[in-house]
């Protein structure tokens, strides 16, 4: 352990560090990266600010972290505090500098988001059936892909029959990301179990492009593009992440598997949100590393990118610094930072590297 850290944020922070750490393969060195959580970051909310659920969160290229809260805070907290805005940004050093949502335009149950490389923000809503791209600070709606309320469904409905429509329509939006090339606009378009199971690709002005529907996955629940242009897309249920190219031709899956530390009694093991839920890389240019959230095992699982070998894992379940109540998004930093966000949990957390 680093026993300066221990030291300075004080012996609180002993059970951050612990479920911090990356728990090495037998194959790791002891001089391998860890991670730990950083126990002062955020810093304290204003304005006596609740939380509710926490969808997705996302990194600028000056490395502020934005989160989307999804306000459903629980009975009584406004008892003892205001309810926090729909979307709220931090600074590198954890200070809240923004924040900003009008709800006539978002829909409460935010999804995800995602810095485009001019710096706008844009944001998936997974009931809603849009996707909208923001200014960075929120004060301009510039454009929006899909209609509020009318999804691609038999009835336009989340009741109806998935249609998996080649157009800019969508039943659940989870993830978006832009091509950095050419400013092509990628959905997934799946984030619940009988909904739409694709990617959709837009032009820079929504038009719709082309798509590849993903049958065999039970939801389609994230989504990113690599430096070198391949898309992973997480098989949420089915334990793994899937790789393909821009054309949607699949090139590798990558196993995410996990077993249940303590088993079942009646030896029927039950997911628990699943085993490949979000995922980010490293910011080196070759992007070694993956970070995926595994909610089955309450960890985040550190993978080689290039041969799909995990590395080792970090975090726990609980309620103290540095565990996890149903963490739902990740995003990584220009310094190799990891912050997720809970849904459950309603918190944000940072982790750092640590070398030994």
Known sequence: MNRGVI?????GAVLAIAAGMLAPSPSLTQS?????????????????????????????????VLILNRQDVIEGDLNGGTLAPPMIEFDPEGNVVNSWGDPALIDPRLHSCHFDKEGHVWIASAPSGMVQKYTHDGSKLLLQIGTKGKLDSSDGTA??????????????????????????????????????RRVAVMDSTGKFLRHWVIDDMENVHCMTIANDGMVYVCNRQGSEIRVYDKMGKLQKAIAVPWTPVTPPTDGVVKQSG???????????????LMFVINQNN???????????KRLGSFGRP???????????????????????????????HKFRAVTQ
């Not at 860890?34 to 006596?48: F, H, I, N, Q, S």
């Not at 109806?160 to 997934?188: C, E, H």
């Not at 550190?302 to 041969?307: H, W």
């Not at 996890?324 to 809970?342: C, P, T």
């Open 298 to 308: 309450s960890q985040i699982e550190v993978i080689e990118r290039a041969t799909g």
């Open 159 to 196: 009741k109806g029959k998935p249609l998996n429509s080649p157009a800019a329509t969508f039943f659940m939006p989870s993830s978006i990301f832009v091509d950095r090339t050419n400013g092509d606009v990628y959905v997934s378009d799946g984030e619940g179990a009988g909904t739409n």
């Open 32 to 64: 391998a990266l860890r991670y730990e959580a950083v126990v002062d970051w955020p810093k304290p909310l204003p304005g006596r600010w609740v939380l509710g659920g926490l969808g997705g969160i996302c990194v600028d290229a000056k490395d502020h």
């Open 7 to 11: 030291r300075r944020v004080g012996a």
């Open 318 to 348: 609980g309620s103290f610094p540095g565990q996890f109540n149903q963490v739902h998004g990740i995003a990584v930093d220009s310094k190799g930072n990891v912050y997720l966000d809970e849904n459950r949990g309603r918190r944000v």
């Open 274 to 288: 699943g085993a490949a839920v979000a995922l980010d890389f490293s910011p080196d240019q070759t992007q070694r």
